[in-house]
């Protein structure tokens, strides 16, 4: 079964630095997407960043980059210069078989301090 | 480009009432996914849609709960006679092509309907 792992229940990061919210999977799939959502205390799902299975380069979206190691199963989220904004929920999530519903980890609280 | 909507955004239920949850995807696109978030934890999948359809609806409990995605009109999630451990927030994603996500086809969520079951 396809599982998600967000080992870190809350970080927290000085505004400005960088800081990496982990993640790691689990899947039989030979070809698989890997999603990051921010979900600020308004409650909504923000789409991020994602990354294929067989993208040969790891996906970057702006200030996110996403440190994708296959073999370790891995999926990293990286949020450069951080920024009081981005104190959020995030949330990892992969898709399931074809259909493309989505499973999500627990998700990681990050709060950035001034 | 609208983005997904769902209403309503706060819906207060007691327990054996129904709830009716709402969901208009974004234009031009024709798949429906819907989550329930229980509190402190994530997004668990409930069921997914295309028009006139249910392609799979392996997340839903068996009993009280129904969706449908009409040809014309908004996707409906329905809870029947609902009870306290209904209480959650549903959100609705929407993707233009559905099966296997492409970068193209990222899902896009809207803003979710927080039910409170008294």
């Known amino acids: 079964a396809q599982k998600i792992t967000q080992t870190q229940p809350g970080m927290f990061v000085q505004e400005k630095e960088a800081v990496t919210l982990d993640c790691t999977y689990d899947?039989?799939?030979?070809?698989?997407?890997l999603f990051w959502y921010k979900q600020p205390s308004s409650g909504e799902m923000i789409f991020l960043i994602y990354?294929?299975?067989?993208?040969?380069q790891n996906a970057t979206e702006g200030r996110y980059s996403l440190n994708f190691q296959k073999a370790r199963k891995s999926a990293n989220l990286v949020i450069s210069a951080s920024q009081l904004g981005d104190s959020a929920m995030y949330f990892c999530?992969?898709?399931?078989?074809?259909?493309?519903?989505?499973?999500f980890g627990k998700g990681t609280k990050l709060s950035v301090k001034p | 480009n609208a983005g997904v909507m769902q209403n309503p955004r706060h819906l207060v239920r007691r327990r054996g009432q129904e709830a009716r949850l709402r969901c208009s995807p974004m234009?031009?696109?024709?798949?429906v996914y819907w989550y329930r978030q229980l509190p402190e934890e994530g997004l668990k999948f409930m069921v997914y849609?295309?028009?006139?359809?249910?392609?799979?609806e392996s997340g839903m409990p068996k009993e009280r709960f129904s969706a449908e995605f009409p040809k014309e009109g908004p996707s409906i999630l329905r809870i029947q006679q609902v009870v306290r451990g209904d209480s959650a927030a549903y959100f609705c994603?929407?993707?233009?092509?559905?099966?296997?996500?492409?970068?193209?086809?990222?899902?896009?969520f809207g803003p979710g309907t927080r039910l409170t079951v008294l």
């Open positions: 994603a929407s993707s233009p092509l559905g099966g296997r996500a492409l970068r193209t086809d990222t899902q896009y």
């Open positions: 899947t039989s799939d030979q070809s698989y997407g």
């Open positions: 990354q294929g299975s067989y993208d040969e």
């Open positions: 999530a992969s898709e399931r078989g074809s259909q493309g519903n989505l499973i």
């Open positions: 234009k031009g696109h024709s798949h």
């Open positions: 849609l295309q028009k006139e359809n249910i392609i799979d």
